[in-house]
């Protein structure tokens, strides 16, 4: 027990020299965010609203959505809260050298900080699958590592550096966010699943379901900004009615084949599944029509239920590998899905897929690697149980 | 229990079914939608930011607004979020339909959106009525014969077609919205409200108050984008201004009223009838001067607090039906008061005198109707427990 | 207890007539309030979009932060949603008399909205220091005296009539708002602090504290719409930038250095210091950059965990009052740190200066003297409990 108050106390002593490093580099490059393009204030501001709504689903959403875990309520949010505190600066600090040229940046904007929530959302995602196996560090080692591949992989798909311009079509990052984070998760569980961790039970009580719930609903309603954040205004319209309707699709799909193949209705593939719709539509969000983005969410929303349902189990007895939270199901399959149907929108359908392609590799064999460098770096005491690194953590509930 | 499974399964299909069918019908009226008078970019802006907020009254005000109900957490949520997926599409799907040449539509826009949820909105309040004592499917059922009827009635107050353009002033739906759905669950609970029902006391608890308030929070927060989303832009700061100072005065008069009657405060007492001011408001809102609307607000407040105080029991007694939520207290009795309010703000009171009248009776009705076929498809095994549907649901809580 | 009850009554009675009182002194001047120079449709509209971001931080925001104390979860809400309710109101039927010709005023706009909300953000850091040891009715007379004096001190700092116009710079009120609100809360504890209170230990809950999580992440992701409510619109990229950069170094600092100086991490911190940078950003967030923008948050998040972990149990031994939320960690000194750091960036920072001390010895002084009266009237029977006021609040949580 001492020693893990010593251990806690040195690496947040690290983590503490980290920040003010990030916090002292900054000072310099502060005039250096800019846009292609001059916006006016009122695109500002409405790329304003579109930050503050994606905000909600990275506290509020992601925090919550993975409350469920018995035992672990504290990490969930409080990881939560320390990752998106050291991504967001972090990705606008590298993300100028990253992009290089492709970045012409003079000014501070907006679209800067649309870009960092992208880039904190992925990492989010990434951390759903060995959620509850390792320390608050290792969260932190994980986004300090994870930040510029991420960035890296997002300039090969998107800068026209690597893939043409215009020739990689996924508006609200099917493919460089969703799947990006979720086989980045993919590759970190495989070197951070212990033996131990498979032979206990993830428990979720009722009151973390409400919760996660919660989550879920946030999640669920600023979807639509996300998905038009960066799109142009008089597309809007059509943005929010698509991933309104991929998210309606997803959503009944989701009860009705939850239930079909359990006979009950499912809390978790409820609060879960029917945001694979979002998933999937954002590659083609602003090229498609509403009819189509109810079919593609519902495609999607089946495809994550099976997925947890069905594939998840045998992933796992496959890989040895566990998915606390089931990225793969929602953000992996669906995110891949969106990507393909986006060939069929797109000029050059072999760049789509290579895109796609690219991005999978990459990020699975990043998250290998990344897990097993954190891997050698301890790992929690008892897995779903913070009791280890919070105060207070000692509690008892249902 | 078997037999639930299989009658589990059984709806599951039929409504993945029907899911399938509204987006296939969705496919090729995609370019149907538009609205009378084109909007720049930055009104669809302006409409698309109270979409969002009101996508949080649905799923988050209103599913957490009726967690209260102790084993049942888990529908209040589940249901909202089937019932708004099934909605949403729905309700754009028929609306061109019944609103016919009134609806000239050419183009995917925002205010289409905002009616649908609108439309979800008023089905979340008829369901209140009968809730804890009916299946999913049922929900799902109610749904799906709701949307037309909503929409019929919303075509008959203010298409122009029957009550002259202009004529019935209920700028946020105190009639159509919240009028309409109060008293349709009327109409339910006394068809669906059995004998068992009745013996059985609704319990609450301590933790699903505080997501009761949470849901009570979310609702009064995003009232004044629900009150002004329709409204001209150059109205917004009075409208807003109008629905807080509302929502200002029945938050006061219920605390006191509350207290004055039952000598203790009332914590259901505060997360619904605070509210009332905005269900009042609606009709008027444009309309009406900020002193003016504290004391509607105020009065509002007050009436709802006698209803859920006073005269909710004795209405019990008399119809026999239980309404779960006390929607009649909240958006039926406070709704009509505001859409009389309003008849001394129009140039033809008695059309707007109709109009109430004839949604009351419209929805009354239909209530009925629909709550009778809905009677004779199964009711839950034990009221106000969900664990026969839901995994994982055989909780303990205080 | 009869005895409370009809104590309960009589007050309930007297805010009735109160809040009568209000509502129909607000008719006849509904035409009073305007904006110095006319605002744009647009600009109202964005303005608009601030008022309801920061209504998320007033009623869910501060309502759940103060949730995490046991036994007395009712309270934090529903006081909050009354504070709220008086404030709102009274705030705009004071201001045009307290603030005189400065304030010529005649068309309803949403500025006077927006420092309507500001006024009830301090009251409600006011109220955090007592909380747990007084009464509903106690909370509203607290809040009836407040408002007034809070639009005096603001009028000292900012309308021009005292202090030279644009002297003192505080843009998101880290002096006006946040060190106002602060040091009338140590005031009031001064003077309601009984010896009882000091012998029982404030017990928090598991459950509670995601609440309390929620709450802080609410205030976390709205806050730059705190910050840049009043900011020009063109600005608005800078200050969300800013406002996040401070809030993330807050956050970094908070982990690290309430995990060096405990041992383990400290949820209440994590919710609480992380907010700091928020805090102090407010006075300079439209002049500053980036850079310095995180450094600045990061100082305050170190300063409030020193606050709460190491200055705040001799601070309550120095002076007996307890400060039950930690206002003075979380608002009053990083919000005088703010100031302070203004005074680099303002053109006469002696002025800065005597704002700063001329607020806190004012709110001080306020403080004691309307503590004094509201300790003459009753207390809440035990602390920290809130069953003698609540209907159903005799409940058991973990």
Known sequence: MRESLKSNRKWAAIFLLISILIGIALVPQLNKYAQPGAMTPSENQFMYEKSVDIMVMLLIGFGFLMVFVKKYGYTSVTATFLLVAL?????????????GSASDLSIVNI??????????ASLLIAIGGPFGRINTHQYLLIGLMFTPLYALNEWIL?????????????TAGSISIHAFGA????GLIIMLTKKKDREIKIESSKKSSQFMLLGSAALWIFWPSFCSALAPVDKIPLVAT??????????????????????KIDVSDIANASLAGGVAIGASVVNITPGWSMIIGSIA?????????????????????IDTAGVHNLHGMPGVFGGLVAMALVSFPLWQFAGIVSTVVFALIMGLIVGFVVSKLGRIEIPYDDTSEFNDADYNEN
């Open 111 to 120: 679209s800067m900080l649309l870009f960092a929530e992208f880039a904190a």
């Open 158 to 170: 998107l800068s026209g550096a690597v893939i043409p311009a215009g020739a990689f079509l996924d």
């Open 87 to 99: 991504t967001l600066p972090l990705y606008m600090l590298l993300r100028p050298y990253i992009w």
């Open 242 to 263: 698509n991933t309104i309707l991929a998210l309606c699709g997803a959503t009944l799909a989701t009860y009705a084949l939850s239930t079909f193949i359990r006979g």
């Open 301 to 321: 929303g089946a495809i994550s239920v099976i997925g947890f349902a069905v594939i998840q189990p045998r992933l796992q007895k496959l890989t040895g590998g």
């Open 183 to 186: 086989y980045f998760a993919f």
